[in-house]
């Protein structure tokens, strides 16, 4: 199994902050975002290479960080993909980033581990991985308890066997506060559907779309991530972050 974090995103909503430098390398609690989700990737078994796709912008600044943080967890290797993007216009989107890393590296072949370079998580992700095994697909869900909230999110709904029957991106009406968030497992079965969802003209971004596509032609187990899920996507939720982390 590999790894795939996702921090080609330009995070416009955070201008100023972000013009020169990626969000995910932003610092929160005391390291970059992208330090979080990696050290949480520690002791997942059968873990092979931690792909990293970033844009032309700040492709370089990756590789220094990986560089930097290799230094002091060598068991973790590295590969930080440029996607040639160049600005928020001509990105290629979340999803779009999937496929080109899965077809420019060749990476078809094995399981992939997903996760967006600014989702923070209080919790290892072997649980995750662990329950994500041997599915075809699976993705990580969070309570947000509040129904104003959801509406931000992709809103599930799942079976007694942990399976989505329903996922609708940002409604109007939610039906419930389970939030399916930027965290996934693909098998090399669902991995190759990339290119399909994406030859049909569907939206290329919001790594959930996917998923929304998925549940009605896979089945898609869920697993619910505990502890604190933090989503930085404005200035307040960052502060709000680092509070949060600073303490741990």
Same mark, same amino acid.
């Given at each position: ?24 390398? =932003? ?18 078994? !059968? ?15 990756? +590789? ?31 999803? !779009? ?11 078809? #072949? ?61 409604? +109007? ?32 971004? #919001?790594?959930?779309?996917?998923? +929304? ?10 697993? +619910?991530?505990? !502890?604190?899920? =933090? ?6 939720? =960052? ?10």
């Amino acid at each position: 199994m590999n790894a795939l974090i996702l921090a080609a995103g330009y995070a416009t909503r955070l201008y100023p902050l972000t013009l020169s430098k990626a969000k995910p390398l =932003l610092v929160v609690g005391g390291k970059p975002i992208i330090e979080w989700v990696v050290d949480n990737l520690e002791g997942v078994p !059968g873990l092979e290479t931690i792909y990293v796709v970033a844009n032309d912008k700040f492709a370089a600044d990756f +590789q220094t960080w990986s560089e930097h943080y290799r230094n002091g967890h060598p068991e973790f290797k590295f590969k930080i993909v440029n996607d040639g993007s160049k600005s928020d216009e001509d990105k290629l989107g979340a999803i !779009g980033d999937i496929d080109f890393v899965v077809r420019e590296e060749n990476l078809a #072949q094995s399981s992939l581990l997903v996760v967006a370079g600014d989702n923070l998580f209080t919790e290892s992700l072997k649980g995750f991985v662990a329950c994500a095994n041997g599915t075809e697909a699976t993705v990580g869900v969070y309570d947000v308890g509040d129904s104003e909230a959801i509406k931000k999110y992709g809103n599930v709904l799942i079976n007694d066997d942990g399976i989505i029957t329903h996922l609708e991106e940002k409604p +109007q009406k939610p039906r419930g506060t389970l939030a399916a968030i930027a965290l996934y497992y693909y098998s090399p079965v669902v991995l190759s559907l990339l290119t399909t969802y994406l030859a049909a003209g569907n939206n290329p971004d #919001q790594p959930g779309r996917f998923v +929304q596509w998925l549940y009605t032609r896979k089945p898609v187990k869920t697993f +619910q991530v505990k !502890g604190k899920w =933090l989503d930085i996507g404005s200035k307040e939720t =960052l502060e709000n972050a680092d509070a949060i982390l600073a303490k741990r």
